[in-house]
């Protein structure tokens, strides 16, 4: 699902921010998702997506570390889950640029929560759960067994994109309940700065 919830960027001296962060997520989107593609299906899309900053900064403050996850129905609503885990120093730092680095996602919250957050890897499958959801998927084999890996897509938060299958993607929330297994799941590295 390409809901990004990415503003519009450019790049320059005076840049407000910079950002590198990995992402995974699932969506109820069958394989692969075309939004990713720039093409939005009609479609319902449900999704989660996990939203892990390695390094950046929004106006001087540090954002290495902070993480949370987004659960949506594309172009409806979201519902943010953010790391309870996080320092006050980064939480004050997430509520000064999420509205900014993820305008999208912010004007369809209809909620932000601080949660418990469990990240798990392994070579082959990431699992990621908050009290609302649960995301567990594994990697797609390409040719000879490898990773299949899609670069240049039309969006600044797909570099070097992964495809994975949901093995199971579930949430339940008073905004909606689903599960899904077989669907779209991603991994890929946004790269933003504005």
């Given at each position: 699902?390409?809901?990004?919830?990415?503003?519009?960027?450019?790049?320059?001296?005076?840049?407000?921010?910079?950002?590198?962060?990995?992402?995974?997520?699932?969506?109820?989107?069958?394989?692969?998702?075309?939004?990713?593609?720039?093409?939005?299906?009609?479609?319902?899309?449900?999704?989660?997506?996990?939203?892990?900053?390695?390094?950046?900064?929004?106006?001087?403050?540090?954002?290495?570390?902070?993480?949370?996850?987004?659960?949506?129905?594309?172009?409806?609503?979201?519902?943010?889950?953010?790391?309870?885990?996080?320092t006050p120093a980064q939480q004050e730092t997430f509520d000064k640029m999420f509205p900014?680095?993820?305008?999208?996602?912010?004007?369809?919250?209809?909620?932000?929560?601080?949660?418990?957050?469990?990240?798990?890897?392994?070579?082959?499958?990431?699992?990621?759960?908050?009290?609302?959801?649960?995301?567990?998927?594994?990697?797609?084999?390409?040719?000879?067994?490898?990773?299949?890996?899609?670069?240049?897509?039309?969006?600044?938060?797909?570099?070097?994109?992964?495809?994975?299958?949901?093995?199971?993607h579930r949430h339940s929330s008073t905004d909606a309940t689903w599960e899904y297994a077989?669907?779209?799941?991603?991994?890929?590295?946004?790269?933003?700065?504005?």
């Open positions: 699902m390409a809901l990004s919830g990415v503003t519009s960027l450019s790049f320059g001296a005076s840049e407000r921010f910079s950002m590198i962060a990995d992402l995974a997520e699932c969506c109820s989107c069958e394989i692969p998702c075309p939004c990713n593609y720039g093409l939005p299906t009609e479609l319902r899309c449900d999704g989660n997506r996990l939203i892990e900053i390695r390094s950046g900064h929004f106006e001087g403050a540090d954002l290495t570390g902070i993480r949370f996850m987004v659960t949506f129905l594309m172009g409806n609503w979201t519902r943010i889950h953010i790391d309870e885990s996080m900014v680095i993820f305008a999208g996602f912010d004007r369809l919250s209809r909620s932000k929560h601080r949660v418990p957050f469990t990240v798990e890897r392994g070579t082959d499958r990431i699992r990621f759960t908050v009290p609302e959801s649960t995301v567990e998927m594994k990697l797609m084999a390409g040719l000879g067994g490898e990773k299949i890996v899609v670069n240049g897509l039309p969006n600044p938060a797909y570099h070097e994109y992964v495809q994975f299958m949901s093995v199971n077989g669907t779209n799941g991603f991994t890929s590295v946004m790269r933003v700065s504005g």
